[in-house]
């Protein structure tokens, strides 16, 4: 599936489940695509982000000048923006510095991010998850397509519970923490917005 109909497909998704008066979410591919002039009249509701490729290595079109348009016309607009479980993307650290950046002058902006449990598997990623500077992280339960396996998964539970602690003990409520079944996940390339299947807010996992 090309960029052009991965653009066609997640419009037309997206065209039946936004709300009313507000302007369609837009995905934007790691090659770039075919993105879109910014229109200051209509500012979709979300825009969802492959920010790496499948090595890790963020998109050509990432960077600070990458955003200026987009704040020019839409940072007073409440609407969401979307790193999607793309590899490494979650806490890259050209995205955690956007993310830090966006969280200063756009505050009507949600950002989330999305990532696989097994992605928070190694050490140190858990409470570099739990103390990032997300609004939300969605979970997927369970592993990206290829990744190896591991004796010892990470199960999505535990790595609830640990996220949780760390943020306790940091006196820290957000990231909130938004579960997603493997089951629920959008095939590659055909990501749309989805209602998450649980939601565990400041001190509680349930």
């Not at 369609?24 to 500012?43: H, K, M, T, W, Y």
């Not at 739990?130 to 998964?153: C, K």
Request: proline share 9%; glycine share 6%; with cysteine.
């Amino acid at each position: 599936m090309n960029a052009r109909m991965r653009e066609d497909q997640w419009q037309m998704t997206a065209q039946k489940r936004r709300k009313p008066g507000a302007g369609a979410p837009r995905l934007i591919p790691f090659d770039g695509g075919e993105i879109q002039p910014v229109d200051p009249q209509q500012a979709p509701s979300e825009i969802a982000l492959e920010a790496t490729g499948p090595s890790g290595e963020p998109a050509h079109w990432l960077d600070d000048f990458f955003w200026v348009d987009l704040l020019q016309a839409w940072s007073r607009e409440s609407m969401t923006i979307r790193f999607l479980p793309t590899p490494d993307a979650l806490l890259h650290p050209v995205v955690i510095h956007q993310v830090n950046m966006l969280r200063r002058v756009a505050t009507n902006w949600r950002i989330a991010g999305h990532c696989y449990v097994h992605d928070l598997a190694p050490d140190g990623m858990i409470a570099q998850a739990a103390l990032s500077p997300y609004h939300e992280i969605h979970l997927i339960d369970g592993r990206r397509e290829g990744s190896a396996a591991t004796a010892h998964a990470l199960r999505i539970e535990d790595a609830l519970a640990r996220i949780r602690r760390v943020q306790v003990a940091n006196s820290r409520n957000t990231p909130i923490l938004v579960c997603v079944r493997e089951s629920d996940k959008q095939p590659q390339g055909q990501w749309a917005p989805q209602a998450p299947t649980r939601r565990t807010p400041a001190g509680a996992v349930r």
